[in-house]
């Protein structure tokens, strides 16, 4: 396909940048731009308190990029089909929820040929009234895409027609985990987790587990990475203070440095009540940690190989704690773990991959709408 005939994508996502959704997006206009086949656009949807820094670092950064207003969702789905009658997309990709649904009124306003749901997460908060909506809309929807089979399976419970719906899963940027990690015996035997601190993620069944060992007479030591409101992160301290394990567990706040953390410990755990395809288990299965998952769907996928980590049960702290002592007990099985885990995101969760399977699905769906045969540089 040459320049002249570039596929021009428009993405749609919420201008929240602590998301899974508006991370895969951006990772796909940095891959549409780099395409021979693509002419991307993101579009954000402004909010309140987003993080404007981000946004002008991206602009100067060269990432093509507009926001629009947050108002009411009407005000956003006027805006966001004014964009696209400028722009004039052959396909807009509407992420996660709700901007799927304010997404896919504006391209239909504006006539876009090929509409795509990307839906990023297991549990959403939809109302009768907005599931209607979202079933409606798939009627107009050319391809509704799940982040992981997890999410499809969702999908498909959701009443939406299972000939639309596809997963194509989560990628990460292997690029900082391509060096050797250090060796087994040089990491920390600690446990690592990643993760907005938020009602989504499990952190108090963690916390509960490390108490649980330490009344074992096990002393492992907990990091936890991630930032959220002030509320939940006082609540879960005040949990450490009562379990008295205030001495094990440091909170660390946003860190820049999660690759490097990621080498350092042996341990990683994703513990959380619902997910789409958690990037940072993909993370640290690419740094070489010995992971362990909540047995939830979109992590029980990826970990259903068991020799590539653990799985443990939902909100089951006794049953974590249990996979933990496994781990510190079977050090040549934790490592011997952890290297598989490590070669199976390699050879399954890189971003170009993810990529090249979003671009592929994109022209099919372009080139049918123009009877044409699609094309691949």
């Known amino acids: 396909m040459n320049a002249t005939k570039k596929v021009r994508v428009l993405h749609f996502v919420t201008g929240g940048f602590s998301g899974g959704a508006t991370q895969v997006a951006l990772g796909l206009v940095r891959a549409g731009m780099a395409s021979n086949n693509q002419e991307p656009l993101l579009v954000l949807r402004k909010k309140a308190h987003g993080d404007q820094q981000r946004v002008r670092e991206l602009s100067a950064e060269g990432v093509p990029l507009q926001q629009v207003n947050n108002w009411t969702h009407l005000s956003t789905i006027l805006e966001l089909a004014a964009v696209c009658r400028k722009f004039q997309p052959d396909v807009v990709l509407a992420h996660g929820y709700s901007e799927h649904l304010w997404g896919r009124y504006a391209a239909l306003l504006a006539k876009v040929p090929v509409i795509v749901q990307v839906e990023h997460n297991t549990k959403e908060r ?5 599931l209607k909506q979202s079933r409606w809309l798939a009627q107009h929807t050319d391809k509704i895409i799940g982040c992981s089979e997890g999410v499809r399976t969702v999908l498909l419970q959701q009443g939406l027609p299972a000939d639309k719906c596809i997963a194509i899963p989560n990628g990460i940027n292997l690029q900082p985990f391509v060096p050797p990690p250090p060796s087994w015996s040089q990491r920390l035997p600690k446990v690592l987790m990643v993760a907005r601190i938020a009602k989504q993620k499990d952190h108090a069944t963690l916390i509960l587990a490390i ?9 492992l030591p907990l990091t936890l990475v991630g930032k959220g409101k002030a509320r939940v992160v006082k609540r879960l301290q005040r949990l450490c203070h009562e379990l008295g394990v205030n001495d094990l567990v440091h909170w660390l706040g946003y860190s820049n440095q999660v690759p490097q953390l990621l080498a350092e410990h042996k341990y990683f755990v994703q513990c ?8 940072t288990l993909l993370e640290a299965m690419a740094a070489g940690c010995a992971v362990i998952g909540s047995a939830v769907p979109g992590v029980q996928e990826v970990l259903a190989e068991q020799s590539i980590g653990l799985l443990h049960k939902h909100s089951d702290a006794d049953h974590l704690a249990s996979q933990l002592r496994y781990l510190l007990e079977h050090d040549d099985e934790a490592a011997s773990m952890a290297a598989q885990a490590r070669e199976h995101a390699f050879a399954h969760h890189s971003k170009e991959l993810m990529n090249e399977r979003y671009e592929r699905l994109l022209l099919e769906l372009v080139a049918r709408r123009n009877n044409a045969p699609p094309q691949l540089d």
């Not at 108490?211 to 002393?219: D, K, T, V, Y």
């Not at 959380?272 to 990037?279: F, V």
Request: hydrophobic share 25%; proline share 5%.
């Open 211 to 219: 108490a649980r060992l330490r009344q074992q007479g096990i002393e």
């Open 272 to 279: 959380t009540h619902y997910e789409g395809m958690p990037l």
């Open 126 to 130: 939809y109302s009768n009234w907005r």
